[in-house]
Nanobody
């Protein structure tokens, strides 16, 4: 079993930055890929970014809507994956979830085996 805890959400004005953290416990984060998803009010949960397991070179992949603004990374020593969010827009407002999968890299929810509880990000206009 893997436990994931997201932190770092908050309320910021448009154009600001936030860094979300996803701390993993129960199993070495280096052995699985990690993704970030988000769910805005009244909308389905959507893929944001993912990073492959560490031994594979930590390949990353992003949704088009965040490409160039968000960056996913990992700190292997801390078993933590980060999502650096820059140039935030009101449409980035959502609950952000991190998730872990045994697959190499995945952009769909069904591929993920473990989920955190989510952290709220609100971007004001």
């Amino acid at each position: 079993q893997v436990q994931l805890v997201e932190t770092g959400g908050g309320l910021v004005p448009a154009g600001d930055s936030l860094r979300l953290s996803c701390a993993a416990s129960g199993r070495d984060v280096n052995t699985y890929a990690t993704g970030w998803f988000r769910q805005a009010p009244g909308k389905d949960r959507e893929f944001v970014a993912c990073i492959s397991w560490a031994e594979s070179g930590s390949v990353t992949y992003y949704a088009d809507s965040v490409k160039g603004r968000f960056a996913i990374s990992r700190d292997n020593a801390k078993n933590t994956v980060y999502l650096q969010m820059n140039s935030l827009k009101p449409e980035d407002t959502a609950v952000y979830y991190c998730a872990a999968t045994y697959t190499y890299l995945a952009t769909i929810e069904a591929a993920y085996h473990f989920w955190g509880q989510g952290t709220q990000v609100t971007v004001s206009s």
